[in-house]
Each structure stands twice: as C-alpha cells, then as structure tokens.
C-alpha cells in the first residue's frame, strides 16, 4: 500500500464509538494541517513583497496571510514585487515535513503558523547566485535556548550543511518544514507537476479541500493512541513547568532543597515527625516558539590575479627509456568504530532488570520473571504530597490559562496549604523555571511573611525562593503570587 495514502488514511480516521461508560479521547481534526505565515521585507503591507501560491495555474492565489499546507506535499510559490528588484520573481520552495498537534491548550493551531522570513540579506545573496535552505522546526522547550523570542518571527542561527541543519532540528526539537530559495526558474509545467490541487486550505475557506494526489514525502503528523488511555501528551507544543523531573527533590545542605532542576517546585517542612520535602502539581504553557537552521551555499567570489608569463627553454631530449615493473598493491582495513545519528528505539532484556533508576518515590511494585519462576515485591509510598480529597500540599496554578503568543506575560499561585494534623515549621519554597520563562522583577507577592531571593539557574532563567515565616497550624494555607514573562 502507498504510505501516503495510509498516512492520509489514519489521520482522518478517528474512533467513533465506546463501551458505556468509557470516554474516549478527544477528536482530533479530520486532516492536519501546517499553517505558516511567509513574510518579507519589513514596513507598510503595501510595500511588502507578494506571495502568489499555485502561480500560472488556474487556482492561482496571491495572498500575504496565514495559510494552511498539508503534510508531505512539495509547493512551489512565487515571490515578487521586492522594494530593490520590482521585476525580479523568485519561485521558492517549502516541503512539509510535520504538524503542531492539537491540545487542550492549544486548540486552535491556526494561531500559531510557523513565520517564514525571506529577508533582505537572504534576496541579496540569492540575486548574488547563493542558494539558501532554512529547516524550520518546533524548538523543545527543555532544551530551549534561553534568550527571548519575538511574537511572529523565529529563532534564526547558521549551520554548516543542510545535513547539519536537519540534525539541529532533531536534536533541539521536531521538523517542522525545509525551505529553499535560488533555485532556476520553473516552468509552467514543472509548477502544474509540483502543485497539487487541494492541498492549500486559504483564508476563509469554509470547507477544507481534498487533495488531487497522495503525500510524496515522509512525515510526523499522524497521531496514533491507545483507545482507552487517550493520546499521550505533546513535548514541543508546551512548556510544562512544576513538578520534579530529573534528580529526585530532597533536603540539601543549610535549609536547601537538592535536585532542584529547571522547571521543578518545591516545599520544604519540618514537622515533630522530622522535615520532608514535597514536589507541586505541573502546568502547562502552550505557545510554540519556531528556531530555523540557516545554510547558505554556492560561490561567494572571484579573486584572480594576473602577472607576466614566465619563460620556458625546450631542449631535445636525446634518449628516454622508461621501466615500470607491474605490481599489486591491496590494503585491507578493519572497522574502528561506528557513529550513527539516530537514537535507539527499543532495548529487549531476557531477564529481570539489573537496576533501577527512581524517578518519584518508590517503586509501587518490581517484578523479575525468569523461566517458569515469579518473584515480587511491593513497597508503600516514602511521603505523600496529596490527602483525601486531593488536597495539595503545594498547588501551582497560572493566569491566563491559555496564553496565546510569545511575550505575553502569565501570573503564576502558589498555594501551600497544611491539610494535616500536625503544625509545620521551617517553612521552605523554591520554584527553578525553565529557560522560556523570564522572571518580571518586583512582581512577587504573599498572604505571609516571606524573605524572597532570585538567583540564576543552569536553564538561563532564575530560581525563586521563599522562605515563610512563623508556621502553618492544621488547615491554614496560604499563597504566592508572581509573574512570568514568555520568551
């Protein structure tokens, strides 16, 4: 069966139809799509060069607003009207390579296109004879560079080779598309060839069209779930902040909490049953920052040289005798190593594991199987971070929940409450946050006392840090109150 086919096939399809009783997970929409925005030079609308998709055909569109582009497909558009080469008319290309997934919190992806710029550096070394490939992809915010972004542009640095590019974008997060600009002019029937019919869904389309062809590239759009547990949660979309990742929280020396990583909040406690340390619940912030690889390739110059030519003296050469005994030569060499640029997918072990690596707590069960023999053990729970009714020791909350573009600043709560018996002291609160988050300064605030400090933390941003004065008799609480800034 053709894979494209089968992909299209499986991203329309969605179940239907439970057992009573289950709910099944959210539909997703019947066809992806990947919305970009391509802009040029900078200033009045009237000024900007204009985008002409499915140019000399008959479904010809020239429109500088967000489109949706289906994945896997080829599409060539024209480019023209620049403010220093009116007559110029570059043709672009754009391969479609993968989809934003929608989510809870992001439920519209229309409104958030990846933003192509063909700048005025990029036009000048294209007229130049340069070719140019940017691989624009979806930034990880776990590995997030910690600088701050602009709301409709992307992150932009160089690469080396179009090779290197790609695997940039694997690394740092997930292709998005790959755009090349330079190449020769095309004719009417290479743009007839390579634009295939309804695969463009345009501003104000009231019915998404139906491609002509099936999809000629490999891609990453096609969301596959188990039925019962519901799709697994998007990586590159949002930037989950809170809880404990990494190295397990724990008390530190001098009052400090330990394996407080980027992203992680904590509460330290002491109570007469000693102190504990109890991670909060995580959020989520789904605005999706764009980085692309920038290659430019071809020749930069000429630089040649010219002197007086040299004089040459022949003479008769009076006897020449030239032997060559035949020969074989073989060299043999053995592997030294090997260097693979993919990651592995599946590890397989014949017997029970040899270690453990705990990420929360205990383990709430171990099993080793071997031949036909069973052993098992179960432990409890060290600490507990929640109480009948799903009281948080530490609840971490965001407004608005739903942030929608890259600059918009978010108020985070933290809510510490003392749903036990026993009073607590020494009261400890550390937020470590991610390299997207920049901390809007002076915007701390409590319902208790609290001496506050801000230091930098490995991701680029700052760790917060409250220490609460007095102590938290059974069923009070109290909350925390600052603001972020989204890079």
Not at 374 to 391: F, N
Not at 464 to 476: A, F, H, I, M, Y
Request: glycine share 10%; aromatic share 6%.
């Amino acid at each position: 069966m053709n894979i494209g086919i089968l992909a299209l096939a499986m991203s329309v399809s969605q179940p239907t139809a439970y057992p009573p009783g289950i709910a099944g997970p959210p539909i997703m929409p019947a066809s992806p799509f990947l919305f970009v925005k391509v802009t040029g030079e900078k200033g009045d609308q009237a000024e900007a060069p204009k985008v002409t998709w499915h140019p000399l055909s008959s479904e010809s569109t020239t429109t500088n607003s967000t489109v949706g582009l289906r994945p896997g497909y080829l599409y060539r558009f024209a480019f023209s009207d620049f403010p220093d080469a009116k007559g110029t008319v570059l043709y672009p290309s754009i391969e479609i390579r993968g989809t934003l997934i929608p989510r809870p919190g992001i439920p519209d992806v229309a409104k958030h296109p990846v933003p192509i710029a063909i700048t005025e550096r990029d036009i000048d070394q294209i007229l130049n004879g340069r070719f140019i490939t940017k691989i624009y992809y979806l930034e990880d915010p776990e590995s997030a560079i910690p600088i701050e972004g602009k709301a409709g542009e992307a992150l932009e640095n160089s690469a080396n080779s179009e090779e290197d590019a790609i695997t940039e974008a694997r690394l740092r997060g997930r292709p998005m598309l790959i755009l090349r600009i330079g190449e020769r002019p095309s004719t009417k029937e290479e743009l007839a060839r390579e634009n295939v019919p309804g695969t463009i869904l345009f501003p104000g389309a009231k019915q998404m069209p139906m491609p002509a062809a099936p999809p000629i590239f490999p891609f990453g759009a096609v969301m596959l779930y188990d039925p019962l547990l519901g799709p697994k949660a998007a990586a590159e979309e949002c930037l989950n902040d809170g809880g404990d990742i990494g190295a397990r929280l724990g008390e530190g020396p001098n009052r400090t909490i330990s394996g407080l990583d980027p992203t992680d909040t904590a509460m330290m406690y002491t109570t007469r049953k000693g102190t504990r340390v109890v991670a909060s619940n995580r959020v989520g912030i789904c605005v999706p920052r764009f980085v692309a690889a920038r290659v430019g390739s071809g020749p930069t110059g000429h630089h040649s040289i010219h002197g007086p030519e040299a004089k040459h003296t022949l003479q008769p050469v009076s006897a020449l005798d030239v032997r060559m005994l035949p020969g074989n030569i073989r060299g043999t060499e053995r592997l030294v190593g090997l260097i693979g640029s993919k990651r592995i997918n599946m590890m397989q072990s014949q017997e029970g594991p040899a270690s453990l690596i705990q990420w929360s707590g205990r383990p709430a069960g171990l099993a080793s199987i071997k031949g036909v023999s069973s052993i098992a053990m179960a432990r409890g729970p060290e600490e507990i971070t929640a109480y009948k009714g799903h009281v948080l020791l530490l609840e971490k909350s965001i407004n608005p929940k739903h942030a929608e573009k890259i600059g918009d600043v978010v108020t985070i709560t933290l809510k510490f409450s003392n749903p036990t018996t026993e009073e607590m002291s020494d009261i400890f609160i550390a937020d470590s946050l991610t390299g997207r988050l920049e901390y809007v300064e002076g915007s701390t605030k409590s319902t208790y006392p609290t001496t506050f400090t801000a230091t930098a933390n490995k991701a680029g941003s700052v760790v917060l840090r409250w220490s609460v004065d007095g102590t938290l008799k059974p069923g009070e609480s109290g909350t925390i109150t600052f603001q972020v800034k989204i890079r």
